[in-house]
């Protein structure tokens, strides 16, 4: 059985609704954001039986975007999105398992009686193999994936992909599972593990090292969590691995570095992002408070001044100057331990 074959039979035949799966990697079980809450609450109950994602992939300012969902499953992310890039913007979800696009499909006329529009299409390929698709190059404004990357045989094609897919300043928005270190073989080739998410997890500085090969140079943690293995039987199995999920926003910006660099810029917050009046996150390093002159490096500069988030921003300097690398840019473990879920993380700056 090919890695494809399992996976399918996995998501297809095996689980039948959330409550069939063996471990928290593939379901998310941090608490729902007030805001997103009443979006899930138009959303039909088989949909949202059937979700397996382990993050939130719901970035800021979505409006009127074109945005592609990778391994959509049973729609509960792309109807989520549908509602926030309103009548004008559009989703695409891309799944390889029939039975999951089944349920995705029956429940398009629900949805679009209850957002009073319908702005989304469900295509069945691989998310290898997205050129297969017939989908416009440099046509997406933000790509997301939900517990499905770390499925994927070839992960060098996924994100290659997506690299043509994306709009110039346009971002690759996804949470995954990964591993402190490389998976082996007995792990991997275990059928349940893989489909329960953690056999295919990257270790995270591949990851790292793949994102920069697709020209992905500066990946963003966004945020974080240790997943338990509380089969006994699977923790076995898995031994001293520890496994996390997280989500990170990988910008399609070639001048990007893979270093932050001091160019002594700054920018300032205008407090314009819908939702956001007090503080803007862009990721679990930079809380940029609405009015503070805030400190950033070439690369952080470059994120917020050529993508979609450049109106909500004033930009003070340029890149004349160099004064080094940025103060605090790290190369250790970047994700909490379950004690310091809660605290302040130490990791590096990005
Ligand atoms: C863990 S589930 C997540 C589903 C969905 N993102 C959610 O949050 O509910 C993984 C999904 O990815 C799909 N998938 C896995 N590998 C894939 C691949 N190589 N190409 C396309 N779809 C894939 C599976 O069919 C399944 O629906």
């Known amino acids: ?18 409550d069939d799966l063996k471990t928290d990697a593939c379901c998310d079980a941090s608490a729902v954001p007030d805001w997103l809450k009443p979006l899930l609450a138009n959303i039909h109950g088989e949909v949202l039986s059937r979700y397996y994602g382990c993050g939130l992939v719901c970035p ?6 074109r945005v592609l969902d990778l ?16 009548p004008r913007g559009e989703v695409v979800g891309v799944d390889m398992t029939d039975e999951q696009l089944a ?13 009073g ?10 998310i290898e193999k997205l050129d297969e698709l017939d989908l416009e190059e440099g046509a997406f404004d933000v790509v997301v994936s ?31 599972v990964y591993a402190d270190r490389r998976i082996p073989e007995s792990v991997a080739n275990d059928p349940v593990l893989y489909g329960e998410c953690l056999g295919g997890a990257l270790y995270w500085k591949d990851f790292i090292r793949l994102s920069r090969a697709a020209g992905f140079n500066d990946p963003r943690l966004v945020e974080d969590r240790p997943l338990a293995v509380t089969d006994p039987a ?7 691995i ?46 940029i408070e609405r009015g503070q002159v805030f400190p950033v490096c070439g690369n952080t500069f470059r994120m917020l001044q050529d993508s979609r988030f450049a109106s909500h921003f004033e930009f003070v300097g340029d890149f004349k100057y160099h004064y080094g690398l940025f103060e605090g840019c790290g190369e250790s473990l970047p994700f909490r331990s379950s004690e310091s879920v809660g605290e302040q993380s130490e990791g590096a700056c990005c």
């Open 1 to 18: 059985m090919s890695t494809h074959d399992i996976v399918q039979d996995y998501y297809g035949k095996t689980l039948q609704s959330s």
């Open 234 to 240: 699977l923790a076995e199995r898995t031994g001293n």
């Open 71 to 86: 391994g959509c499953g049973s729609g509960r992310d792309v109807y989520a999105l549908a509602q926030l890039v309103g």
């Open 242 to 287: 520890r496994f996390y999920s997280a989500t990170y926003r990988l910008f399609n910006i070639g001048e990007l570095e893979d270093a932050c660099e001091d160019h002594g810029q700054a920018v300032i917050y205008r407090g314009s992002v819908p939702g956001h009046a007090h503080r803007f996150d862009l990721d679990a390093h930079h809380a």
């Open 103 to 115: 349920v995705a499909e029956a429940h398009r006329g629900y949805h679009a009686d209850q957002f």
């Open 60 to 65: 800021e300012l979505l409006e009127g975007c």
């Open 117 to 126: 529009y319908d702005n989304v299409r469900f295509l069945k390929g691989y």
């Open 146 to 176: 939900n517990c499905v990357i770390n499925l994927s045989p070839d992960k060098p094609a996924v994100l290659a992909g997506v690299k043509k897919l994306l709009k110039p300043g346009g971002e690759f928005y996804f949470s995954d």
